[in-house]
């Protein structure tokens, strides 16, 4: 790997290598980028991924269907919602388990509780890796506050495991719909103060603005999802545009990129994405809570021993870091014959060698943390 | 630094003139302990929240740095897999002496859900000596922050005169 | 679009490279098309109005030593149509060639690596066909059927020890020890049922 860029430096100029990683703070996760510099702009930013290969589609074809569910957390575990529900969803497609209308409104509201919590993350960790520590205290204020939610509701603060094939595993405790309301009505005050102490903020937006713009082709053809691919001016969202669950029970908005300080597609835009999602998403719950059918939570007769027969089906949910999808083979047994999980994360750290060169290296921070990454989703 | 005198009651007595020495430096090392943030996986964002303002992991005096040459021990968030062991042991070769490592979750503990995998290393303690386990998958801020405290009460029984580390270290676990 | 009208408009053009759609009683259906035409097909699906293929989805491969080969797997969808498809493309599992996407969808690039990783399948055309999750040393292909762990990497064993070895030696340890300070054992010489049990 080092051999490979090595090769093309020159000893007369000013070009050198730099190791930025795996253990290194802004990288998110371990993640390791060869960067080959001059001076203080970069000439080309390798990156070097699998430091957190777990093996995980290998571990699918031994543990049965219904004991992979807990590795699909790990598949993404600051939203560990979606991993959950976009497998449930795959072998409930090869299968032909209808859920219940109720489990589907509550994958959809642990599922946009989720996307808030991941969302919090992303956004303070960004402003962290720029230089500014307090939004990211301030974002894991709220996480915390969220956490306490689904752990009311499923006993996990990170990896829930709350979904089952064909419904979920726990019904809504006592007085949880008025505690998530509360805390709605406390986001949405907390949604303003946050913009005002650093969306809108000068030396942020100079500092994001015009900065790594990817364009909405480029961003199409490097397969680029979720807030990435919204923050360059095209305009999809699996949830409207091929819904699944309850969302096409809901009015909701898609933020896209408008180019408001820059270019459409730079990297404010797709950070703005995501402070604009979490809003939607606060709509997104209230209305879900309100409409709330009663029944039950989980499908009649799911066999404990499940067997499928053979054939293959994708599913895809919109995951806070975009389209993530699930490719299920079966062969008539009780175990998987293959899984696959289609992650956000993966495509986007392909798109970062292309578009590092001539970016200062201050500026390959800032394109990382908007792409917001996490490496068990590259890795898997 | 033990003299033995004849306390002139019959037998050796051994004195340790620094004992008291050693409980004001102690003092202020277990309240002082900086950590690596060595977030590897999922028990990274759980050591991010022990951080954040709720369980505030900086009021043990415990302050994270990014740089291994700055920090008094390391706490191994997450599953080691064989591509980062390397680099975990040239982390923990980087810091200064006297070092530590927590283990933070089941994952660096022993591989934990991962112990099928191809991939994954059995265990943190594999390549580098592990001094306080925490468990749990991933284990609650309020886990870690019993670990540091742990970690912090061998560190405060730690004696001057034996504070080189043994090869095989493994004294306490929580 | 459905599977069949796409595969009726591939017939038309490529014949019997197009295999006709197949797939389980439930779940997706895929076309089986021929390695060696695979590009233009692919081209033809990205740049055919009324296909509008612009979006790859996953590029991913399944191992079936059964009938000794590995397929290639693509996903597509189209972002204007909002239509998809599934391709398969198969290879020898001796030798997997299959030629690369990565001129027509730029993501195949690490699609493609990462197949090539895990699974050994070699893509001609590839510009930097190299191990992407796995360190540059490691032997195999794990997520073929018959991979068989090679037992640690760089002298890091694999092997766990049993806990409750090490739980049980902490035991005895520890028995041993109430042992030795239980009080005096000796003195009164006629109480003394109960050591067998201990035992």
Redesign the interface.
């Known amino acids: 790997m080092e051999k490979l860029i090595l090769r093309r430096v020159d000893q007369n100029n000013e070009e050198m290598i730099l190791n930025f990683g795996p253990q290194h703070p802004s990288t998110h996760g371990v993640i390791n980028f060869i960067v080959q510099t001059d001076g203080e702009v970069i000439t080309r930013a390798v990156p070097d991924v699998g430091y957190l290969h777990r093996s995980l589609e290998k571990i699918g074809e031994s543990t049965g269907w219904h004991g992979y569910m807990p590795y699909t957390d790990r598949i993404d575990y600051v939203a560990a919602m979606f991993p959950n529900e976009g497998y449930a969803t795959a072998v409930e497609r090869l299968t032909g388990i209808e859920v219940p209308r109720r489990a589907q409104y509550l994958r959809a509201i642990s599922g946009e509780l989720c996307r808030i919590a991941s969302h919090l993350i992303s956004v303070g960790t960004m402003a962290m890796d720029i230089g500014a520590f307090t939004p990211m205290l301030h974002g894991v204020r709220e996480r915390e506050t969220i956490n306490d939610l689904i752990e009311a509701l499923c006993g996990a603060r990170l990896t829930y495991n709350y979904h089952r094939i064909g419904g979920v595993a726990f019904d809504l405790p006592e007085g949880w719909r008025d505690r998530t309301l509360a805390f709605l009505d406390h986001f949405d005050r907390f949604l303003v103060e946050f913009d005002r102490l650093i969306t809108f903020n000068e030396i942020y937006i100079r500092r994001l603005a015009n900065v790594a713009v990817i364009p909405g082709p480029m961003a199409v053809d490097y397969g680029l999802v979720g807030p990435n691919l919204r923050g360059s001016g095209v305009d999809w969202d699996v949830r409207r545009d091929l819904p699944y669950g309850a969302y096409s029970d809901f009015e909701f908005s898609i933020p896209v990129g408008q180019g408001m300080f820059g270019t459409v597609g730079d990297s404010f835009d797709r950070y703005f994405c995501r402070v604009r999602e979490m809003g939607e998403s606060s709509k997104i719950v209230r209305q879900a809570l309100e409409k709330l059918p009663d029944g039950e939570i989980m499908a009649p007769k799911v066999q404990r021993n499940l067997k499928v027969e053979a054939g293959e089906a994708l599913s895809r949910v919109e995951s806070a870091r975009g389209e993530m999808a699930f490719y299920v083979v079966a062969d008539g047994t009780n175990k998987a014959y293959r899984i696959r999980a289609r992650t956000g994360s993966f495509t986007a750290m392909g798109i970062i060698e292309p578009l590092s060169r001539g970016l200062m290296v201050a500026d390959l921070v800032a394109l990382i943390a908007s792409l917001d990454v996490v490496a068990p989703e590259i890795d898997r | 630094m033990a003299n033995k005198v004849d306390s002139g009651v019959g037998g050796d007595v051994t004195l340790f003139h620094t004992s008291q020495l050693d409980q004001l430096i102690n003092m202020a090392r277990e309240n002082s302990l900086w950590y690596l943030?060595?977030?590897?996986?999922?028990c990274?964002?759980?050591l991010?929240?022990t951080g954040?303002?709720?369980a505030d992991l900086m009021r043990f005096g415990a302050i994270p740095r990014?740089s291994p040459r700055q920090a008094d021990f390391m706490i191994v968030a997450?599953?080691l897999?064989?591509?980062?062991?390397?680099?975990a042991k040239l982390?923990y070769d980087q810091m200064s002496e006297p070092k530590y490592v927590i283990s933070m979750g089941s994952c660096a503990n022993?591989?934990g859900?991962?112990?099928?995998?191809?991939?994954?290393?059995?265990?943190v303690d594999?390549?580098i000596p592990v001094d306080v386990y925490v468990p749990g998958?991933?284990p609650?801020p309020e886990a870690l922050t019993e670990g540091l405290l742990r970690l912090q009460e061998l560190v405060r029984n730690e004696r001057w005169s034996d504070k080189r580390r043994p090869a095989e270290a493994g004294a306490g676990t929580a | 679009m459905t599977t069949s009208e796409i595969h009726e408009l591939l017939r038309a053009r490529f014949g019997d490279d197009v295999a006709a759609p197949a797939g389980g009683p439930r779940g997706d259906q895929f076309l089986l098309v021929k390695g060696a035409r695979l590009i233009e097909i692919a081209r033809f699906l990205k740049e055919t109005p009324g296909l509008q293929f612009d979006f790859c989805e996953d590029l991913t491969a399944v191992d079936w030593p059964k009938r000794n080969v590995i397929e290639v797997v693509i996903h597509l969808l189209s972002y204007p149509l909002r239509h998809s498809l599934v391709l398969k493309v198969e290879a020898d599992r001796a030798a997997p060639v299959v030629p690369s996407l990565e001129p027509v969808w730029k993501t195949a690039d690490w699609f493609e690596r990462e197949v090539y990783d895990l699974f050994g399948v070699t893509f001609t055309g590839h510009p930097d066909l190299r191990r992407i999750m796995l360190p540059d040393d490691w032997v195999g292909f794990p997520l073929r059927k018959d991979y068989e762990e090679a037992g640690g990497w760089h002298g890091i064993t694999n092997v766990r020890a049993d806990p409750l070895v090490e739980l049980k030696r902490l035991d005895d340890a520890a028995r041993a020890e109430v042992a030795r300070s239980a009080p005096p054992p000796p003195p009164p010489a006629p109480a003394a049922p109960p050591p067998p049990e201990k035992a």
Do not use: D, H, N, W
């Open positions: 943030l060595f977030g590897l996986a999922c990274g964002i759980e991010i929240q954040g303002p709720r990014a997450g599953t897999t064989y591509k980062m062991a390397e680099r982390l022993c591989g859900l991962f112990q099928p995998a191809y991939s994954v290393c059995k265990g594999k390549v998958c991933p609650r």
